[in-house]
T-cell receptor
Framework: EADIYQTPRYLVIGTGKKITLECSQT?????MYWYQQDPGMELHLIHY???????EKGDLSSESTVSRIRTEHFPLTLESARPSHTSQYLC?????????????FGQGTRLTVV | AQKITQTQPGMFVQEKEAVTLDCTYD???????LFWYKQPSSGEMIFLIY??????QNATEGRYSLNFQKARKSANLVISASQLGDSAMYFC?????????????FGSGTQLTVLP
């Protein structure tokens, strides 16, 4: 069973609020990712990190920001939430070595901005 | 850039029957990995099976097998003896060895419904 946790699972918040989605993993993985997924649609990579103090933007442009101060923690922040940010956000982690290593996913955060 | 195509938005299968979910990919890289994930309605992504581009044998994991045809760039998932609990969204994904990112690129998914 994967040891990667996301909180909150569900969040309904008003426009203009600042929010932080939490993601933590206890597997010691160096690489972590954030994906955005609209209902019934494919996942799009928005951020990734190779390790502490490393963050990169993914294929899909996002107004969110991330930080990686500790190996196990990779929070995602939206400074001013908008209805267009309504989506599911999935965090994942994997080992760096080799591309055959599966990515372990958290249960996701379903964000609704009203 | 790599691309994953899943042409079946939805599939139905009778319980205990086998089903094949299609996946084709496009990449100019020689070294890559192909993955299948299952996403139930609860939202989490569950890893099912992996196939490396240099693996000569098709991968198998329990009731899941991956029909890898490298020349055709296809990596279809076969689920044998379907169960009601198999009803979910299934995503094919690819990871490249080259480049700095090595992140997973996902297809658009196939919604599988198993009928009793």
């Amino acid at each position: 069973e994967a040891d990667i946790y996301q909180t909150p699972r569900y969040l309904v918040i008003g426009t203009g609020k600042k929010i932080t989605l939490e993601c933590s993993q206890t597997m010691g993985h160096d690489k972590m990712y954030w994906y955005q997924q609209d209902p019934g649609m494919e996942l799009h990579l928005i951020h990734y990190s190779y390790g502490v103090n490393s963050t990169e933007k993914g294929d899909l442009s996002s107004e969110s920001t991330v930080s990686r101060i500790r190996t196990e923690h990779f929070p995602l922040t939206l400074e001013s939430a908008r209805p267009s940010h309504t989506s599911q956000y999935l965090c994942a982690s994997s080992e760096i070595a080799g591309f055959g290593t599966e990515a372990f996913f958290g249960q996701g955060t379903r964000l609704t901005v009203v | 850039a790599q691309k994953i195509t899943q042409t079946q938005p939805g599939m139905f299968v009778q319980e205990k029957e086998a089903v094949t979910l299609d996946c084709t990919y496009d990449t100019s890289d020689q070294s890559y990995g192909l993955f299948w994930y299952k996403q139930p309605s609860s939202g989490e992504m569950i890893f099912l099976i992996y196939q490396g581009s240099y693996d000569e044998q098709n991968a198998t994991e329990g009731r899941y097998s991956l029909n890898f045809q490298k020349a055709r760039k296809s990596a279809n998932l076969v689920i044998s003896a379907s169960q009601l609990g198999d009803s979910a969204m299934y995503f094919c994904a690819m990871s490249l060895l080259s480049g700095s990112a090595r992140q997973l690129t996902f297809g658009s998914g196939t919604q599988l419904t198993v009928l009793p």
